[in-house]
């Protein structure tokens, strides 16, 4: 049975403006949406979900009323019913007035087997990567994760963090400045950071390149895996390796019949079965595709959903050794899920999870626990998070 919650998380949110029916997100940093004065509350953007040591569902999220970074855990009662612990990170006024700057976007979260978040986040003010630690409910360490090449910096969009087999974090990010693909390291004391793509190798001379968008890092048995847009090819791309040791290869150009030659937007990574799977938009076509394969190897490329504007905000999980996909229908504002299915024509069936009297599907996750699965999304029409539990 599914029981489906909805919650306001605290106040607050600020990001790039979310525009209803485009299926796309304007990257514009510096304009952020309205906020109605009579009910300033605006939180959930840029959301990341893990679960605590308990199986509590946890979240990270871009708190827009405040521009600051906000954290919360779900318990549940006997009745299946959940309540949220909100706890403020940073970027909050501080006691004395003072404001630290916009902090908490492109957030990813996650928990150590010692049961402490981890989350990386950008610093819009300063154009920083930035990464907050919990040691205990309401203790929080933060500081920078990433830096750039040069003396001046803006660093830290679409960040993607991961633990390694140390438990320690990984976190893949988007150079904005240099226009690249960079990862940072956790190593005991703070983070380093190094190139992962530059973009030169695979740009035409008379071109300048501009890799690392979107990036989505998976750890799979002590192998490091970014699927990232190269913006100026319009292709998705692999890094496949660990620090100082990177193969860098094309997955999907769209130059097949039914591509747009614009691919690799919003992608997400599964391994199944020995195989990678990465789901990631179509962006000519606002098409949800899945491509699966192996590195080095040949990928098969497959429509999930044709639907318009499809595919943005693709978030992946497994079930019983058979892979889903969550995405957002930009045309009807609605979260959409995608399950592999062999009786279906295309191999998967899709349907609509939720949208109806709100725009839901923008910024979403999903964790897995066991035989429960949590999904979580941004609501824009009512300007918080929506919950959902599956059994």
Not at 88 to 109: H, I, K
Not at 129 to 143: D, K, M
Not at 223 to 237: C, M, R, S, V
């Amino acid at each position: 049975m599914r029981a489906r919650l909805l919650h306001t998380l605290l106040t607050g949110l600020a990001c790039s403006t979310l525009l209803a029916g485009c299926g796309c997100r304007d990257e514009n940093l510096n304009v952020r949406p309205d906020i109605p004065e009579e009910d300033p509350n605006d939180v959930g953007q840029w959301l990341s979900m893990d679960l605590m040591s308990d199986g509590s569902p946890a979240v990270s999220y871009y708190d827009n009323s405040k521009g600051a970074l906000g954290f919360a855990v779900g318990v549940f009662d006997d009745a299946g019913d959940i309540a949220w612990r909100t706890e403020q990170v940073d970027g909050f006024p501080a006691d004395n007035g003072l404001d630290p700057g916009d902090r908490g976007l492109y957030t990813s979260l996650a928990v150590d087997g010692q049961n402490q978040a981890w989350i990386s986040y950008y610093d819009a003010s300063n154009g920083s990567l930035r990464y907050a630690q919990r040691s205990a409910e309401g203790e929080w360490e933060t500081g920078i994760a990433g830096t750039g090449s040069g003396p001046t910096s803006d660093v830290g969009w679409f960040s993607s963090l991961a633990l390694n087999s140390a438990d320690e974090p990984v976190i893949a990010f988007y150079d904005v400045l240099d226009a690249q693909l960079r990862i940072s390291y956790f190593n005991g004391g703070g983070f380093s950071s190094e190139v992962v793509d530059d973009g030169s190798a695979d740009t035409p001379a008379e071109s300048d390149p501009d890799v690392g968008r979107y990036s989505r890092l998976m750890i799979h048995e002590g192998t490091e895996y970014i699927a990232y847009y190269d913006a100026a090819q319009g292709n998705l791309k692999l890094a496949t390796g660990s620090s100082g040791a990177w193969n860098i290869e094309l997955v999907d150009d769209g130059s097949d019949e039914l591509g747009s030659g614009d691919v690799g937007a919003w992608p997400d990574l599964a391994m199944v079965g020995g195989e990678l799977l990465i789901a990631y938009q179509d962006i000519g076509n606002g098409d949800l595709r899945l491509a699966r394969g192996s590195t080095g190897s040949s990928w098969t490329v497959k429509i999930v959903d044709n639907g318009t504007e499809v595919g943005a905000d693709a978030r992946m999980f497994v079930n019983g050794g058979s892979p889903g996909v969550y995405y957002f229908d930009g045309y009807n504002n609605d979260l959409k899920l995608a399950v592999e299915d062999s009786d279906s024509e295309n191999g998967w069936k899709t349907e609509t999870l939720a949208g109806e009297g709100a725009a839901l599907g923008f910024h979403i996750d999903t964790v897995t626990d066991g035989s429960k699965r949590y999904v979580a999304c941004y609501d824009f029409t009512n300007r918080n998070i929506w919950f959902d539990r599956a059994e």
